[in-house]
Nanobody
Framework: VQLQASGGGLVQTGDSLRLSCAAS????????MGWFRQAPGKEREFVAV?????????YYADAVKGRFTISTHNAKNTAYLQMNSLKPEDTAVYYC??????????????????WGQGTQVTVSS
């Protein structure tokens, strides 16, 4: 099982980025799929989640609601996070993750799913 996250970079305030998470070794539609982020010195936090397993979501953290959009492309077995109107406080390493956990709508613990390696997003002011 492998999750390959990509698309991060250095952008300015107000710019957009689209992160991708390509899954191999499993079928994305069997899982709940989420994005998380971890800023320097902070705990990893939930960003967004959607489920092709149950057909639920998407759900977003309040900090990104209205600016970020999570989606999946089942044929490509890939998930995306479209990030618009980026702010310096969005600077973090972004991780994609898959889980079958019963509790998923506000994220899950590290030991409850598969995780990608992370992609750095830096937003300059």
């Amino acid at each position: 099982v492998q999750l390959q996250a990509s698309g991060g970079g250095l952008v300015q305030t107000g710019d957009s980025l689209r992160l991708s998470c390509a899954a191999s070794g499993l079928t994305l539609s069997m899982y709940h799929m989420g994005w998380f982020r971890q800023a320097p010195g902070k705990e990893r936090e939930f960003v967004a989640v959607i489920s092709r397993r149950s057909g639920g979501g998407p759900y977003y953290a309040d900090a990104v609601k209205g600016r970020f959009t999570i989606s999946t492309h089942n044929a490509k077995n890939t998930a995306y996070l479209q990030m618009n109107s980026l702010k310096p406080e969005d600077t973090a390493v972004y991780y994609c993750s898959l889980t079958t956990s019963v509790r998923w709508t506000t994220g899950w613990a590290r030991d409850s799913g598969f995780w990608g390696q992370g992609t750095q997003v830096t937003v300059s002011s």
